[in-house]
C-alpha cells in the first residue's frame, strides 16, 4: 500500500513536538532543581537505641521529596515539579501519538528502522518513569532522565530520521512486530536502571551531608537517596531482564525462520547474549554479599553501555545480518 505522506507528516510533527515538550519538562525541573532549598538530614522521628524516639524539627516543605501539609500554600519549587509532571504527560501523549500515526501512515509496525527503534525506546524508558518515578522522592531524577532521552530523540530526527516508507524484504515478517517490540521495551527499562545506577554511584561518591557544602554537594542533596536509587536500579532491571531475555529468544526463532538457524554469532546477536550476561551478572552480584552496592552497579552501567554499544556501532559501523534500513 502506498505511503499517507499527510499522515507521515503528522507523526513528524508529533516527534518535533515531543523533543519540545520534553525539552521544555527538563527546563521547569532544572529551574526546580535550583530552587529547592536544601537542609541538614533530618527525620521526624529519631528512634533511639531503647525504641522510643525523639521528635525534632521537620524539615521545610519545600525539600527534595518533601510535601506541604493539606490546606498549606505549596511553595513554588513544589508547584513547578507538579506543573512540569503534569507536562511531561502530555509530552509523553504526543510522542505516542507520532508512533502509532507513523504505524499508520506506513500500514505496519513502527519498527523497521533506527529511528523508530529509538522513538519506541525512549517512550518507553518515559512510560516507566511515569510509574515508577511519581513519587516526590523520585522527582529529582527526572532531570537526569530526560538528558539521554533527549540526547536520543535528537539524534533519531537528526542523524537516523529516514521517511516513511515500506520496511526492507528481510523485514516483512510477522515477528518484525513480536520481536523488535520486545527488545525496544527492554532497552527503554534498561535506560532507566542505568540512570539510576549512575545517580547512585554519584550519591555514594558525593555524600550529602554537612561536609559537601560545595556545588557537587548541594546537588547531591537534591537527589533521591542513595539505598533509593539503588533499589530503583534493582527494581528495573528485575522487570527489563525477562523482556529483553524474550526478545533474545524471539528473535533466535525468528533467524530460525528467516536463515534456517536459530544462532549464528551475527555481531548484534553476540552484542546482544553479552549485554543479556552482564545484567544476569548484575542481578546475581545484587544477591551476593560483597558484591553489592557499587560493585553490583558497575555492572549494571557496563550492560547499559553494551547496549548503547549495541545500537549505534553494532548497527551503523559494523557488518552484519541486522542492517537497518541501509544505514550500515
Known amino acids: ?33 535550583a530552587l529547592t532549598r536544601t537542609v541538614p538530614t533530618t527525620a521526624r ?15 521545610p516543605a519545600n525539600v527534595p521529596g518533601k510535601v506541604a501539609p493539606r490546606g498549606a500554600e505549596r511553595p513554588f519549587p513544589e508547584r513547578l515539579g507538579n506543573m512540569a509532571f503534569a507536562v511531561l504527560f502530555v509530552g509523553f501523549g504526543v510522542h505516542a501519538a507520532s508512533i502509532v500515526l507513523r504505524g499508520f501512515a506506513t500500514h505496519r509496525f513502527p519498527l523497521g528502522n533506527m529511528f523508530e527503534f529509538i522513538s519506541m525506546a525512549t517512550a518507553a524508558a518515559v512510560g516507566l518513569g511515569l510509574v515508577l518515578l511519581r513519587d516526590q522522592r523520585y522527582r529529582g531524577m527526572w532531570s537526569f532522565l530526560l538528558v ?14 529516514v521517511d516513511a516508507a515500506p520496511v526492507v524484504p528481510a523485514l516483512k515478517s510477522y515477528w518484525l512486530p513480536v520481536h523488535v517490540t520486545v527488545v525496544s521495551l527492554g532497552s527503554g527499562v534498561f535506560l532507566v536502571s542505568g540512570v ?3 545517580l547512585f554511584l554519584y ?7 554537612h561536609e559537601s557544602d560545595n556545588l557537587l554537594g548541594q546537588l547531591a542533596r537534591r537527589l533521591p537517596d ?5 533499589r530503583l536500579a534493582y527494581r528495573t532491571t528485575i522487570i527489563g531482564f525477562p ?12 533467524a530460525e525462520a528467516a536463515w534456517g538457524r536459530f544462532w549464528g554469532w551475527d555481531p548484534k546477536e553476540t552484542c546482544s547474549f553479552i549485554a543479556w550476561v552482564l545484567y544476569a551478572a548484575y542481578l546475581h552480584a545484587r544477591a551476593t554479599s560483597g558484591w553489592r552496592d557499587t560493585k553490583a552497579a558497575w555492572i549494571n552501567i557496563a550492560g547499559f553501555i553494551a547496549m548503547l554499544f549495541n545500537l549505534f556501532i553494532i548497527n551503523i559501523v559494523v557488518s552484519g545480518l541486522h542492517s537497518y534500513a541501509g544505514l550500515n
Not at 539521554?148 to 530520521?161: C, D, R, Y
Not at 550519591?203 to 551531608?209: D, E, K, S, T, Y
Not at 542513595?226 to 539503588?230: C, E, G, I, T, V
Open 148 to 161: 539521554p532521552v533527549l540526547i536520543l530523540l535528537f539524534l533519531a530526527g537528526t542523524k537516523l530520521h
Open 45 to 59: 522521628q529519631l528512634v533511639t537505641a531503647g525504641g522510643g524516639s525523639d521528635v525534632v524539627d521537620e524539615p
Open 196 to 198: 539510576a545506577s549512575l
Open 1 to 33: 500500500m502506498p505511503i499517507d505522506e499527510t499522515i507521515a507528516s503528522y507523526s513528524d510533527l508529533a516527534f518535533k513536538s515531543a523533543i519540545v515538550i520534553y525539552a521544555l519538562v527538563w527546563i521547569m525541573l532544572v529551574w526546580q532543581f
Open 243 to 254: 523482556i529483553f531475555g524474550a526478545g533474545v529468544i524471539l528473535g533466535a526463532i525468528w
Open 226 to 230: 542513595a539505598q533509593l536509587l539503588d
Open 203 to 209: 550519591r555514594i561518591w558525593q555524600p550529602a551531608g
